[in-house]
């Protein structure tokens, strides 16, 4: 299961003691989902997060708080097709990665993702599989490209 993978590579590479990691492996995962968000300020804070991730400096705690605001006000999509929880887990994806927490963003950002296919989607671990192989080849990348700097 690739959800282990990326848990193994994230410890193995140190992501909870390096900020500018989680930063940029959070940043990675909602820009991938980043057609999911409908909320403007939630696009806003996006670029703030890309921004803050380019200049390699921290995230102001009143943008984090700013964005877990923005996502527990979410009151989904009007859309027929119950794309409204993919915003919804989209915008909780933010919300994590701006707070610095980029594993609990990778997994609001696979459901996110997952769900826009459908809701009969999520009740199937192996949906995932496709989210979670890239969430690690990402990070692999991430560490790889640190490594060589």
Request: charged letters at 20%; a negative charge.
């Amino acid at each position: 299961m690739q959800h282990g993978v990326l848990r193994q590579l994230a410890a193995d590479a140190g992501l909870e003691r390096d900020p500018a990691l989680q930063l940029a492996f959070g940043l990675a995962c909602v820009e991938r989902v980043r057609h999911l968000l409908e909320e403007p300020r939630a696009l806003a804070l996006l670029d703030a997060l890309r921004g803050a991730v380019q200049a390699g400096a921290a995230v102001p705690p009143a943008l984090a708080a700013e964005a877990a605001a923005v996502a527990r006000g979410h009151r989904g999509s009007p859309s027929l097709d119950g794309s409204g929880h993919s915003a919804v887990s989209a915008t909780h994806a933010l919300a994590r990665a701006l707070a610095g927490h980029a594993l609990e963003a990778a997994d609001y950002a696979a459901y996110a993702a997952v769900y826009a296919y459908g809701r009969y989607a999520v009740q199937d671990p192996a949906s995932f599989e496709p989210e979670h192989a890239w969430q690690a080849d990402c990070l692999r990348r991430l560490v790889q490209a640190r490594q060589a700097a």
